[in-house]
């Protein structure tokens, strides 16, 4: 198991829409391990292929929070939303590619989603709470979109300007 680097905003590659996974091989079974312990270090409650610069169609999440709870590891390759709520639902999203930004971002409060297993079967679920908005925050970085992408164009200039300079301070030797 590798801990892979996180790309931080802006990258071209966090604006890309990914391909979808062709077959399940070993290779894809090993990026999910590694997808998970970088998720678990870092620490997150979800992660896409490309933030690792993998432009495949794979995230990984688990939204269990309590302490004490068993975990729930999720891995998820192509997934596509069938259905979603009427019901909208807010909460203050972070992101591990732009660190210690946090805004308010609205969506559907359950969605339905199917997608391909690990063990190459078809999975369907609802999500609703947590799980919900992390499903579709992960789903918005296989099509290019972060969660800044939602927010008007004045807060995303601030946070874009900020990840700048952040970027800037940690390339200085
Ligand atoms: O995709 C990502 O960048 C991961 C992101 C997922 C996410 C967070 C909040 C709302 C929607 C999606 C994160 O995991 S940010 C870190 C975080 O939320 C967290 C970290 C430690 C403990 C609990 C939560
Ligand atoms: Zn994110």
């Known amino acids: ?5 996180i790309l931080i905003h802006p990258d071209p590659r966090l604006k890309k829409v990914c391909a979808p996974v062709a077959a399940v091989t070993p290779e894809i079974g090993a990026l999910a391990e590694d997808m998970l312990h970088t998720m678990y270090d870092a620490p997150g409650i979800g992660l896409a292929a490309p933030q690792i610069g993998v432009m495949q169609r794979i995230f990984v999440m688990d939204c269990v929070k ?23 639902s807010t909460y203050e999203e972070g992101c591990l590619s732009i660190p210690e930004e946090y805004a308010n971002v609205t969506r559907p409060a359950k969605v339905r989603m199917a997608w391909l297993g ?6 369907e679920e609802e999500f609703d709470g947590l799980w919900a908005t992390c499903a579709q925050h992960e789903l918005d970085h296989l099509n290019g979109k972060l969660f ?11 946070i874009t300007r900020r990840m700048e300079k952040l970027k800037r301070e940690k390339a200085r030797p």
């Open 66 to 88: 309590d302490e004490g709870a068993a975990p729930r590891p999720m891995v998820l390759l192509n997934p596509e939303i069938t259905w979603s709520s009427d019901e909208r």
């Open 118 to 123: 690990l063990d190459g079967k078809r999975q």
């Open 1 to 5: 198991m590798t801990l892979r680097p």
């Open 148 to 158: 800044i992408d939602h927010l008007g164009p004045i807060k995303r200039q601030l």
